[in-house]
Nanobody, 126 residues
Framework: QVQLVESGGGLVQAGDSLRLSCAAS????????TGWFRRSPGKEREFVAG????????RYADSVKGRFTISTTSTKNTVYLQMNSLKPEDTAVYYC???????????????????WGQGTQVTVSP
């Protein structure tokens, strides 16, 4: 089993930055990809950013490209999401997710992720 714990959320103003952290524990060697998702009120959970550990490739949603960056420590046990130039539409609960499946590319669908954190709230005021 893998446990994921997010931290770093909060209330900020538009244009500010935040860095979210996702700490993984347990059978972390079984993780082959990590992603960040978010859910805004009344919306489905959506892909934000992800990394495929097999080749280190990353991918971002168009809405955050150029503003958000996913990164990790050398041990890959902590994954970060650096969020710059935040907008009110970025307000959501952000979830860290990981999968033990081996894929050739970053996975965009929640269905491929079998481990989830509890989420951290990010609120961006105008």
């Amino acid at each position: 089993q893998v446990q994921l714990v997010e931290s770093g959320g909060g209330l900020v103003q538009a244009g500010d930055s935040l860095r979210l952290s996702c700490a993984a524990s347990g059978r972390t060697l079984s993780i082959y990809g990590t992603g960040w998702f978010r859910r805004s009120p009344g919306k489905e959970r959506e892909f934000v950013a992800g990394v495929n550990w097999s080749d280190g490739s990353t991918r971002y949603a168009d809405s955050v490209k150029g503003r958000f960056t996913i990164s990790t420590t050398s041990t890959k046990n902590t994954v970060y999401l650096q969020m710059n130039s935040l907008k009110p539409e970025d307000t959501a609960v952000y979830y860290c997710a990981a999968h033990s499946g081996v894929y050739a590319a970053v996975q965009l669908s929640t269905r491929q992720y079998n481990y989830w954190g509890q989420g951290t709230q990010v609120t961006v005021s105008p």
